[in-house]
């Protein structure tokens, strides 16, 4: 077993790899929040974040969202000592706060037109899915969350497009997030990053935290009956379809990577807190038991195939310690998470980029298990 790498103390470029420093995927901002995490001294956290944010909070690349740009910065903020960055926050969250009412007025008038959306709309790493966790994180009081998931719950809701009656979260595009040919007509997504298991933690989350809003419980009560239509089960569990299309061909109706993103395991936390939300408690116990399945079975462990926290070993780490904390029986969970650290340690010096997301700053986080913080909330595990 090697041993896994520190977290570099200064940045060496203000861009990484030709990345934003805005990044919080692969920037400069996600090392920033990766060093406050894990509790590393003050200056080095100001260095990572200075550099991140020496040319202000927008860069003119990309749509703004919870892993680039404003709300990035919000969610980096929240969990910097608030002593140093007072003023900073102050402005964030005005500019969030603005930015957010406008996404919201555009989307639902997008909804009032009859047309259907788009993943930098509504979902968790560009769209207004990822907003909400940042406007929790850095104004866990604001009544603006609450519009933000009364917009989600919206989204739920059927849309009647090209005399077709679509899932309310259908996209226009691809799943690569472009016009595809081999996509005519758009697809409705089910992963965590881009689907409807975002939309279903972050309304889980929510509802379990006493933050609830007209036809909420509907609204989660439609996402899983969704994913109960289109689950899949074989010799290793249970899993979903990464897309669903208007002919009703799966597209890709095999297993992929037991992953967070994608996989099985994303979608089976989504599910636990929603069965944690409503009181589901059969549920809570099904979920548990697919998730068991999937990561001890040999043939879906061959899938994963690095030790990110998007893709990989970091991200089921932290995962399965989420699951085992909301557990009754977090015992049951031991062996699995010490797997899962081993091959962890095994494949993060692997890692070629040294960012939160898909590099080792991410894994190296995972692995360190800081107590105390509910930083995967940026995972929308917690």
Not at 37 to 43: E, L, V
Not at 148 to 167: D, K, N
Not at 248 to 271: T, V
Not at 354 to 370: F, N
């Amino acid at each position: 077993m090697s041993s896994p790498e520190s977290l570099p103390t200064r940045p060496t470029t203000p861009r990484v790899n030709g990345h934003s420093p805005l990044s919080l995927a692969k920037g400069d901002l996600g090392i920033a929040l990766a060093h406050s995490i894990q509790g590393s001294p003050p200056t080095i956290v100001h260095t990572w974040l200075s550099t991140a944010l020496r040319d202000g909070i927008t860069d003119g690349t990309g749509r703004a969202g919870l892993f680039h740009g404003l709300p990035a910065v919000a969610f980096v903020l929240a969990r910097t000592p608030a002593e140093h960055y007072r003023q900073a926050r102050a402005t964030v969250r005005e500019h969030l706060r603005r930015m957010t009412v406008h996404r919201l007025k555009v989307a639902h008038r997008r909804i009032d037109r009859g047309e259907v959306t788009s993943f930098a709309e509504y979902d968790l790493v560009s769209g207004l899915t990822g907003v909400g966790v940042a406007v929790w994180a850095l104004e866990p009081d604001s009544p603006l969350l609450e519009r933000v998931l009364s917009y989600l719950v919206r989204l739920t809701r059927p849309v009647r497009h090209e005399g077709r009656f679509l899932p309310g979260w259908w996209t226009r595009h691809g799943p690569l997030g472009h016009l595809d040919p081999d996509f005519p007509h758009g697809h409705a997504n089910t992963g965590m990053a881009h689907g409807l298991g975002g939309i279903l933690s972050l309304l889980s989350l929510a509802y379990r935290d006493g933050r609830t809003v007209p036809a909420h419980r509907e609204a989660l009560e439609t996402l899983i009956a969704t994913l109960d239509e289109s689950r899949f089960h074989d010799e290793s569990g249970s899993w979903w379809p990464r897309w669903l299309t208007t002919d009703g061909s799966l597209r890709d109706a095999r297993p992929g990577s037991p992953s967070w993103c994608y996989g099985a395991p994303g979608l089976a936390r989504a599910q636990h807190l929603a069965a944690l939300a409503l009181g589901d408690e059969p549920r809570r116990r099904e979920t548990e038991d697919a998730l068991t399945r999937t990561l001890t079975d040999r043939t879906a462990l061959g899938r994963i195939v690095d030790a990110s926290l998007c893709h990989g070993w970091a991200g089921l780490v932290v995962l399965v310690r989420a699951v085992a904390a909301d557990s009754p029986e977090p015992q049951r969970f031991s062996p699995l998470l010490e797997d899962l650290r081993t091959r962890l340690v095994d494949g993060m010096n692997h890692l070629s980029e040294p960012g939160l997301l898909e590099g080792r700053a991410g894994a190296q986080l995972a692995l360190a298990d800081p107590g105390g913080t509910d930083w995967t909330r940026l995972l929308l595990l917690t």
